[in-house]
């Protein structure tokens, strides 16, 4: 079955770096639509970033230019580096698959940034 096993979130201060990592099994990862999402407390979950099999990358407006989403097919792993972190950036990330139509998410890692 596909599983999506997230790591390296944590409490960091106001400008700030981390990486996360997930971990992708059960799917042919090489080919694979890879995303990062995350949802604050009351808030819905929202896009952070996308890189597809070709390598494309997207990002939303609010961690354009901080946040970089790369991929390691030989791991099967999709990292996303968080740099300059504000507290608004705090939430729990996630990351997003698909196989077929149907969606797949990990457990979600917490990231808090602190003012």
């Known amino acids: 079955q596909v599983q999506l096993v997230e790591s390296g979130g944590g409490l960091v201060q106001a400008g700030g770096s981390l990486r996360l990592s997930c971990a992708a099994s059960g799917i042919n990862f090489r080919s694979a639509f890879m995303a990062w999402y995350r949802q604050a407390p009351g808030k819905q979950r929202d896009r952070v970033a996308f890189?597809?099999?070709?390598?494309?990358?997207s990002y939303a407006d609010s961690v354009k230019g901080r946040f970089t989403i790369s991929r390691d097919n030989a791991k099967s792993t999709v990292y996303l580096q968080m740099n300059n972190l504000k507290p608004e950036d705090t939430a729990v990330y996630s990351c997003?698959?698909?196989?077929?139509?149907?969606?797949?998410w990990g457990q979600g890692t917490q990231v808090t940034v602190s003012s």
């Open positions: 890189i597809t099999s070709a390598g494309t990358t």
């Open positions: 997003y698959t698909n196989k077929g139509s149907a969606p797949y």
